[in-house]
């Protein structure tokens, strides 16, 4: 047996050692002879090398003397002496003997009793023993019949492993072999595919890329669409109940439109221009991706302005408590339809309303840029006092340094108040208290917005050259800088 450890190959062959040798000994000797025997030989120590014979001499000694009897007296002197023991017998009889032998008969019943209580457990020791050898040949007897067995399985395991091991060593071989051809044959194979169909291929993944962009593109649209469906639909609702409540003749001086008209018309107009020149959803969302990291481990997170929920899905998804508000009634029930907790509340009124020290994170998304001018200082202030210590503001908003932002996308939302200077909000949000104001530039203008540097070759003028390439630098930098930035403020 492979396994085996050389304690247990000792142990076996010692125990076969020991059954055999005990048959040996026993065979055709009876029980009194064989245990003779074996006090002989199975001695554990110097203690039981002592003790058993003499055990077996002191058992002689008892059964040879526990029969007590009268010795007759006897005298040495000549001629007198057989008259002095007769004298001194009658003596006896008449003074001692009347008493003496009715203990001398006590005694001879008592060392009867205790010899033959000795020869009884002397033979009952025997027989015990000798069950405990019989019983212990037959376990040595079982227990080798067992590891017999045990070593053939597992030596029949062993084969039948064997050769299964092999089979499938050289099923594996053949396979692997089949494999290499086949890997060969379709190597051969796509390299003359590429070889011929190499320009067929780079159109298809070109028209396949196309394909994907346009499928995202109209997916996105068709989202737009439908949200925007839903968004008329409730609009349409609620418009219809308010004219329902509304007295059923005008007055006479002629129709005048309601102010509940204009007002949802408004919520309705801005939600098309969001949805028309924002961007689509994903595209916000990845820009603002950079801003999560921020508020983790801050709740709850309060985003100012929350518009689609951009923000606060990307939130959501990371695990942070965060809830919005939102002064446009359309957008609110975007959000809502998204399952985002979104409030149609004023931004100033809400954080009023809040206890000091109960946010955990302020976000404020193109928001700062629709607020009066003369309401920023309050703004911050508020900020301040409603954020946890500890707590981060960010306030993202278009860069007045970037020129293409201003006339791309500042100017065309009408309710822009005016742009602001990074340098004059970062200094409004440490007038209010805030200890840490960090001023981000955020969206480079795309490269192919930008104006494109030359090259020169030539020798000559290339001092000049090198001072138009620096002028064209700082050129970009003002008209196609980073199009927002964003205050970062911690308290």
Same mark, same amino acid.
């Given at each position: ?144 019949? $067992?590891? #017999?067995?045990?070593? &053939? *399985?597992?030596?029949? !395991? =062993? +084969?039948? %492993? @064997? ?21 060969? $044959?379709? #190597?051969?194979?796509? &390299? *003359?595919?590429?070889? !011929? =169909? +190499?320009? %067929? @291929? ?36 609620? %418009? ?252």
């Amino acid at each position: 047996m492979d396994n085996q450890t050389p304690h247990d190959t000792e142990l076996a062959a010692t125990l076969r050692q020991v059954r055999e040798e005990a048959r040996e000994r026993v065979g055709g000797q009876s029980d009194a002879e064989r245990l003779e025997r074996l006090e002989k030989d199975l001695l554990y120590g110097d203690r039981d090398a002592a003790m058993l014979p003499e055990l077996r001499a002191n058992l002689e000694e008892v059964n040879h003397l526990w029969a007590v009897q009268e010795q007759p007296f006897a005298s040495g002197i000549p001629l007198l002496g057989r008259l002095i023991a007769f004298f001194r017998e009658m003596w006896n009889r008449i003074s001692t003997k009347w008493y003496v032998q009715a203990l001398l008969r006590q005694q001879v019943g008592y060392n009867a009793a205790a010899t033959r209580t000795l020869n009884n457990l002397h033979k009952y020791l025997t027989a015990s023993t000798m069950d405990l050898v019989r019983r212990m040949d037959a376990l040595v007897q079982l227990h080798e019949d $067992r590891r #017999a067995a045990m070593e &053939r *399985r597992w030596d029949d !395991g =062993q +084969a039948r %492993l @064997a050769q299964e091991w092999q089979g499938a060593h050289e099923h594996h071989a053949r396979l692997l072999e089949q494999a290499a051809a086949d890997r060969e $044959r379709l #190597a051969e194979q796509l &390299r *003359r595919v590429e070889q !011929g =169909q +190499a320009p %067929l @291929a780079h159109d298809l993944k070109t028209e396949v890329a196309r394909l994907e962009k346009a499928i995202a593109a109209v997916q996105a649209r068709e989202e737009e669409s439908r949200r925007g469906f839903a968004m008329q639909r409730l609009w349409l609702e609620r %418009l219809m109940l308010r004219l329902s409540a509304r007295p059923a003749e005008l007055p006479p001086q002629g129709p005048v439109a309601p102010l509940e008209l204009v007002e949802a018309l408004s919520d309705h107009d801005y939600f098309a221009f969001e949805n028309a020149f924002r961007g689509p959803e994903g595209e916000i969302r990845e820009r603002q991706e950079v801003y999560r990291e921020l508020f983790r481990g801050r709740a709850p997170v309060l985003d100012i302005g929350c518009g689609r929920g951009e923000f606060l899905e990307l939130l959501k998804a990371a695990g942070v408590e965060a809830y919005g508000i939102e002064i446009n009634e359309q957008m609110m029930l975007v959000c809502r339809e998204k399952g985002l907790d979104v409030r149609h509340e004023d931004a100033y009124a809400h954080l009023e309303g809040l206890p000091n020290g109960s946010l955990g994170g302020i976000f404020a998304g193109q928001v700062v840029e629709h607020l009066p001018t003369n309401r920023l200082s309050d703004f911050a202030r508020l900020a301040m006092q409603k954020l946890q210590p500890g707590g981060c503001l960010v306030a993202e908003t278009p860069n007045p340094l970037c020129v293409w932002a201003m006339t791309q996308h500042f100017y065309m939302d009408l309710s822009h108040t005016r742009p602001l200077h990074p340098r004059a909000v970062a200094f409004l949000f440490e007038m209010a208290g805030f200890e840490h104001v960090e001023i981000r530039f955020m969206n480079l203008t795309p490269e192919a917005e930008r104006l494109r540097l030359p090259e020169w070759a030539g020798a000559e003028g290339q001092e000049a050259f090198q001072v138009l390439r620096e002028d064209l630098e700082r050129l970009n930098r003002l008209l196609y800088g980073y199009q927002d930035y964003a205050i970062v403020a911690r308290k």
